[in-house]
Structure formats: C-alpha cells, structure tokens
C-alpha cells in the first residue's frame, strides 16, 4: 500500500474558535503531507510494501525508526481529524460508551481529568489516548509518533499534545488546549465506530 493524505472531513474554519483554519492548513495541508511524503519514501525497499498501515506501524516498530515515525503519524493523523468535529465534545456520550466509561475509567468526569493530565504531563511531543487492551478501556499517554497498537491495545480517541497542534491558538497553553479538545470538539460517533471495531 502507499499511504495517501486524506481530505479533512470538515472546512478549514469548522472548528473554530477551539481550532483554527491556520491550524489546520498548517497541521494538515504540511505536517501531515510530510508524513505521508517521507513515509512512502522509506516504505520503498522496506519489505513492508504489501501490508496494512496498521502492520507497518506495528513491524517497523523498533527496527526501522525512519519508516515508524511517519507510518505511525500518518495513521494518528488519519484518525485525528475523524476524532473531532463542530459543537462535539462534552458529557453526550453513546449510551454503550458511556456505561463503558463509567465501568472501566470511573465515569466521564474521572475520565476527564486523567485524560487532561495524561496530555499535559506527556513531556516534549506525543499523544494522550483512550484504548481498547484485552477487552478494557484505558487512558494511555506516549511519546512522539508512539501509539498503542504498538503495547498491545487499540486506539479508540487521541488528542495529538505536540506544538504544531496547538501553538497557533494557545501558545504555550496545553492544558487549554486539551480542555478545549475534550468539552468541544470530540467526535464520540467516531470514538463508538472505532471502540465497536475493537471489541
């Protein structure tokens, strides 16, 4: 497979004012065209070339740094976009989602709080996650492109924590930005498909 920069599923402006269109043509239109640029370079001669992303990611880990950084982003990024929508976020979960929260991470407040804290403690660049791992849901936190499938879980939501996600609109405010994240832009349709795939 060659990887492919997907169309945003929304207007530059939609999400405003939590994201702005700047954001987006900046984190969208270049950071993840750079991924999916590099990443088809590096795939060549990889012997990776006929698998899935989700196998890319997964085989190149630990063995192939260059091809790994920019698999693993490009599939972040494919789903973040997917992650957020206009007037999302929030306390309305599907009701399967919810009793799931409330079972496995405490109930939507606790999830909150623990997911707000697993992005602004993530030093330097990374992602704060809720994933699917042997059945549960958990709030997982790594660093750069780094993502669960790679520790044995599977992505249901994440929020991307580095600077070009969030620099244009907080500065140097993380936390902002993943308040802003969670309570207005989440996408919990999209969270309930992925979270249903896993199971």
């Not at 993530?122 to 791992?133: E, M, R």
Request: aromatic share 14%; with cysteine.
């Amino acid at each position: 497979m060659s990887f492919e920069l997907p169309a945003l599923p929304y207007a530059y402006d939609a999400l405003g004012p939590y994201m702005s269109a700047e954001t987006l043509e900046f984190h969208h239109d270049k950071h993840h065209q750079a991924y999916v640029t590099n990443g088809n370079n590096l795939l060549k001669d990889s012997g990776l070339e006929g698998k899935s992303l989700e196998e890319i990611v997964k085989e190149s880990f630990g063995k192939n740094a260059g091809l790994f950084n920019n698999a693993a982003q490009h599939y972040n990024h494919v789903h973040f976009w997917k992650w957020m929508k206009k007037d999302g976020g929030g306390k309305s979960l599907p009701g399967v989602l919810a009793s799931k929260f409330d079972s496995d991470l405490g109930g939507y407040d606790k999830f909150r709080a623990d997911f707000l804290a697993a992005g602004a403690g993530q030093f330097g660049s990374g992602w704060a996650w809720v994933a699917v791992k042997n059945g549960k849901l958990e709030i997982m936190k790594t660093p750069n492109g780094e993502n669960p499938l790679v520790h044995g879980a599977t992505p249901i939501l994440g929020c991307d924590v580095w600077e070009h996600s969030y620099y244009i609109d907080y500065r140097n405010a993380r936390p902002k930005y993943l308040e802003a994240f969670v309570d207005n832009l989440i996408n919990w349709d999209y969270v309930l498909e992925l979270y249903e795939a896993a199971v």
